[in-house]
């Protein structure tokens, strides 16, 4: 998948975005943030699990308490196999849609297709108060205080907290290094690059992850 952040192709270098301080204020904006999240889901589509997924997936199965904490909203992490519980998706989901006032939830693609039928706005059908915006965390936007509860709780109580492709550069998601460490973790990080957490880790891979997995199998 493409970095969002990314220097050169990054999918916000060409799509502006929306800032969820615009996307409850103007109509434009929200019809927006909706292109590009249809955008992006289309880019998904085409997309498939890596190795990586697959051997994280495997490791959920095993008996015991063990969480995958991510920041990728493209839900190629997700197993039907796995019980959903054990993934923490920090910034959300690109297939789910919800009403800011009454939190109904609603089916990405079909919400955005009756937009495009009545040139109409994002409004929910359901209370007729809330806007509907795709589960994504935007720009300006929280953090869902139960789903950080949920990583916390995991990074408190593990034995190893393996933290995999990752610069380790954006916050909370980095946060959980120091708060495992502090409950006597062991740190394990497998990354092309060096991160500024390197000095807490008991173990760090600098490798591509295929290659990772390659080895390890
Ligand atoms: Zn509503």
Redesign the pocket.
């Known amino acids: 998948m493409p970095d969002f952040r990314g220097d050169k192709d990054g999918f916000w270098k060409k799509n502006s975005p929306v800032h969820f301080s615009e996307f409850k204020t103007s109509k434009k904006a929200r019809l927006k943030s909706w292109e590009n999240n249809i955008a992006i889901q289309n880019k998904i589509q085409k997309a498939k699990p890596t190795k990586m997924h697959k051997m994280i997936n495997e490791i959920l199965k095993f008996d015991g308490l063990n969480f995958h904490i991510t920041q990728n909203i493209d839900g190629l992490h997700n197993d039907k196999n796995i019980d959903s519980e054990k993934i923490i998706e920090l910034h959300g989901s690109i297939f789910q849609a919800e009403?800011l006032?009454?939190?109904?939830s609603f089916n990405t693609k079909s919400f955005y297709e009756s937009i495009v039928k009545t040139k109409g706005d994002s409004l929910?059908p359901?209370?007729?108060?809330?806007f509907?915006k795709v589960g994504t965390i935007s720009f300006g936007q929280n953090l869902n205080h139960s789903v950080l509860n949920q990583a916390k709780f995991a990074a408190e109580n593990c034995d190893y907290l393996i933290a995999v492709g990752s610069s380790l550069k954006v916050s909370p998601a980095n946060s959980f290094i120091r708060i495992a460490k502090k409950n006597g973790a062991q740190i394990v990080i497998l990354n092309y690059d060096p991160t500024p957490f390197d000095s807490e880790a008991s173990i760090i891979i600098n490798e591509y992850l295929e290659k990772i997995c390659d080895e390890i199998t």
């Open positions: 009403c006032s009454c939190k109904k929910c359901v209370c007729n108060s809330g509907v």
